[in-house]
């Protein structure tokens, strides 16, 4: 059966973007089968490509954003995926103030899925730290599906 999973950050154009190409890439490569999306918890990049810096780290590294557009997270969602995977705390803490009452989703941080020494994935907008962000995310994409494996359906 298919596992749902939604990668969410501020905007969608960095971090969930690259989470979202990264894990489907290395899901498909594993034979799991996952259907994911990217959204961002604000709304100003609406149907904007990734980051050029995040397509262009991605691509060195073997994986490709340029298919993915920006979307915001909708209520709706909680329904739609099995698991809900935030960035960072304050992610986690807008979803779970749009979260509807009857939604049991779990939201997730998605680096408590891997020990990598930090506890969010930091937004390289600003810093530019694009390389670290896809080392953390590679290293919590593999986590996530070695707890798939041993919990379906998250």
Known sequence: MTTRI???CLGNICRS???HGIFAHL????????HVE???????HIGDPPDARAIQEAAARGYDLTAIRAQQVRSADFERFDLIVAMDRANV???ERMRPMA???PVELFLSF???GHDEVPDPYYEGSFELVLDLIEAASRG???HLSDHPRA
């Open 144 to 146: 996530l599906l070695a």
């Open 103 to 105: 939604s049991e989703t």
């Open 93 to 95: 803490a807008a979803l």
């Open 27 to 34: 899901a498909a490569r594993s034979g799991v089968d996952v």
């Open 17 to 19: 973007p690259s989470a």
């Open 6 to 8: 939604l990668f969410v």
């Open 114 to 116: 891997a020990d990598t």
């Open 38 to 44: 990217s959204a961002g918890t604000g709304g100003w």
